[in-house]
């Protein structure tokens, strides 16, 4: 017979297992629960991110004609417009150029000043949307019987051109304000070269922050160790000689000591400026 010791201990042993078995069944459902939640969590992280990636590539209903990727050859440009309330008088505004403008060819700009011509050399596989801006401004007049208003014969070497409102006699403390009605992105900054703006190079200037190109640009008429934040429009293929004429006369220091310079004292207007057809 079973002694009454024997049959406790029989009781406990079988309390014992029944407690492990619960711990384990418990600790199986914490498991599957822990699980569960990860994996929703995992979710809520998928959908997120396509959600943010719909959002950060425009992938709206809305915005269809937005989102279509350009054609073959063509670039996607990011002209934008300047909010009225932001547009001095100086700003000549002549709506916007398309947003899809060509990445292939070769452009001559031809500058037909009252010193002669100056021609250049613009790669719009370098420069695309900043050529297509330049070809766009061209078609509408928009640097005819303007001055280039500022030369920098310390330093950097260069005459600044480009701004619609230097016109007409004399000189006005606004030069140098004036631009299209919209900006547009930095491109071709010359980041490996030393020095970034060689003699020759054509670039655009800008307010130091980023997106903020218009139509000013300014030829280089000696190696310029300007900061490599100016867009390479092109290389002057001639007239660079007209150019360095200019700043042998010098300049009226009307811009010293910032940014530096002055007006020109011998004047280079430019009659007319066009851009060529692409080629190749």
């Not at 070269?193 to 280089?220: C, D, L």
């Not at 160790?225 to 300049?251: C, H, Q, R």
Request: aromatic share 4%; charged share 20%.
């Amino acid at each position: 017979m079973t002694s009454t010791r024997e049959r406790q201990r029989a009781a406990a042993r079988a309390r014992l297992e029944k407690e492990m078995a619960e711990r384990a069944a418990k600790a199986r459902k914490r498991r599957q629960t822990t699980a569960i939640v990860s994996a929703a969590a995992a979710l809520v992280l998928v959908v997120a991110g396509t959600v943010w990636l719909a959002v950060s590539l425009g992938g709206d209903d809305d915005n269809k004609s937005d989102t279509a990727a350009p054609a073959a050859g063509a670039a996607e440009c990011a002209y934008t417009a300047l909010p009225t309330e932001q547009r001095p008088p100086q700003i000549k505004d002549v709506g916007v150029p398309s947003n899809e403008q060509s990445a292939k060819g070769v452009q001559t700009m031809t500058l037909d000043t009252n010193l002669g011509p100056i021609t250049a050399k613009v790669d719009r596989s370098l420069v695309p949307c900043t050529a297509g801006s330049f070809t766009y401004l061209a078609e509408k007049n928009f640097f005819d019987n303007t001055k280039c208003h500022r030369m920098v014969t310390e330093g950097i070497k260069v005459l600044q051109c480009g701004d619609p409102s230097a016109t007409g006699n004399g000189w006005r403390p606004t030069d140098g304000q004036g631009g299209p009605s919209y900006r547009l992105p930095e491109e071709n900054l010359p980041t490996d070269k030393r020095p970034p703006y060689p003699e020759g190079v054509i670039a655009m200037a800008n307010s130091g922050q980023p997106g903020s190109t218009g139509s000013q640009f300014f030829i280089v008429y000696g190696d310029s160790p300007l900061d490599a934040t100016y867009t390479v429009l092109g290389t002057v293929t001639g007239g660079l000689d007209i150019v360095k004429d200019v700043a042998k006369a010098g300049d009226d220091g009307a811009f010293a000591p910032q940014p530096g310079g002055g007006h020109p004292k011998k004047e280079l207007i430019i009659k007319d400026l066009t851009m060529s057809n692409p080629q190749g």
